[in-house]
């Protein structure tokens, strides 16, 4: 296991959250021929008459660009961006003002090998795939369709095999949760560049999907920690990966078994024990089990450093908020993200309610503001998916000595 000291757990954004992001999500149409259970933007077969055209788009592109360097990562999503003809108009825009551009495309015909590298020469740096389960059923019946966990494999091979960086996205929810070590396997051998695991937000179509308990998710989040020196983890909604990262970094500096710490169950030993038995496949299979530096987190959250730009021009602060903070259409890109009043009481960690306000982490996390707002309705609650208490709200003899200090 790799030692990594506690201050370099989570990286630190370098630069004023308040005055830039460092991650951009434009969903630039919301249709899509899947129709995926978990699906946040109820995607349409059909664009909606009022997406953003062309000309706003670029003009969305040009306005993100006037933040200068550094400039944020625009990453296009949808719906299934493919759905638009000025796609490689668009990412060839963004690339050429210098725009880190990534590309999320869904699984559908219009995913060709020749469309794969039409997009990377545009432009489009890294791309992402969703794979949900390591077993066709298990995938193809979050889609939708049958085919197309095996269309996704071909798609990844196509990225791996032209360099593409390739993200993978995994829901994980109790249908698909005991696949993870699974899907691991895959991961290797679609040389994955990063993989993120989604802490599903009971919002759009994921209501009717199974989440995890908290204590099930802190367990996912220390297997998280385990596998982070064999492959690039990170995770979508669920930030106290940060905390879990910190207070292990912590527990190994003070020369404990970073593993043995509070909130581990059942969910942990048996991923522990399936990744086990699937390493020795791999490694039967002739395979090297892969080795690499762990990669710190970024500490971003919703409307902190990070926004979403939905179909018509609305900014949120993440694709799982029903509440928009201002359209680029009137306002403009950079004006709402500077001055919204909600994003910058998003931008306040300590002014949240409950513990999460309270919590010795909250710089370096804050909890999920989609999951505190899906399951609470108070947008700075506290986040019913973190069973951590913080060390101000224990009794004194239960505060542990190690934890009363945020990090650096
Ligand atoms: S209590 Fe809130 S801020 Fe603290 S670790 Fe949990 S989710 Fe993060």
């Known amino acids: ?110 995913l060709t090998q020749e469309t794969v590298r039409q997009m990377h020469t545009a432009g489009a740096n890294s791309m992402s795939l969703s794979l949900d389960g390591a077993r066709p059923e298990t995938h193809d019946a979050f889609r939708g369709f049958s085919g197309v966990f095996d269309d996704t494999l071909r798609a990844g091979g196509w990225m791996r095999d032209d360099k593409v960086r390739l993200q993978v996205n995994s829901t994980v929810t109790r249908d698909t949760m005991a696949e993870l070590p699974d899907l691991l396997r895959i991961m290797f051998e679609l040389d994955v560049h990063l993989w993120s695991l989604f802490f599903l937000v009971p919002t759009g179509r994921g209501q009717q999907l199974k989440t995890l308990t908290a204590g099930e998710i802190e367990d996912v989040l220390h297997w998280m920690a385990d596998i982070a020196d064999m492959i690039a983890v ?98 403009g890109f950079t004006a709402v993200y500077r001055d919204s009043e909600l994003l910058r009481s998003l931008r306040r960690p300590d002014t949240f309610h409950g513990k999460c306000g309270m919590c010795e982490f909250n710089q370096i996390c804050g909890g999920s503001r989609s999951h505190a707002y899906a399951v609470t309705g108070d947008i700075l609650g506290s986040d019913p998916t973190c069973v951590y208490i913080p060390a ?17």
Not at 393 to 401: I, L, V
């Open 392 to 408: 101000a709200m224990r009794e004194p003899h239960d505060r542990p000595g190690h934890a009363v200090q945020a990090p650096a």
């Open 1 to 110: 296991m790799t030692t990594i000291a506690p201050d370099k757990a989570v990286r630190r954004l370098k630069h004023d959250i308040d005055d830039r992001p460092m991650i951009v999500i434009w969903e630039v149409t919301r249709a899509c021929q899947l129709a995926c259970k978990h699906c946040r933007a109820e995607a349409q077969p059909q664009a909606h008459p009022e997406q953003l055209t062309t000309e706003q788009g670029k003009a969305l592109l040009d306005d993100i660009a006037s933040f200068g360097k550094p400039l944020p990562i625009v990453i296009l999503t949808g719906g299934d961006p493919f759905e638009r003809p000025d796609l490689y108009e668009l990412l060839s825009h963004g690339a050429s003002l210098g725009l880190h551009m990534a590309l999320s495309p869904s699984v559908t015909p219009k």
């Open 234 to 331: 990170k995770t979508t909604e669920a930030p106290h990966f940060r905390r879990v990262l910190v207070q292990r970094a912590r527990a190994q500096a003070e020369g404990r078994d970073p593993r043995d710490l509070e909130n581990r169950g059942e969910t942990y030993d048996y991923l522990t024990r399936e990744t086990e038995r699937m390493l020795t496949e791999w490694e039967a299979d002739g395979h090297t089990r892969p080795q690499r530096k762990p990669r710190p987190p970024i500490d971003i959250n919703s409307g902190r450093g990070f926004a979403f730009v939905d179909h018509r021009g609305n900014v949120y602060p993440s694709g799982f908020f029903p509440q928009h903070c201002g359209n680029v259409k009137e306002l």
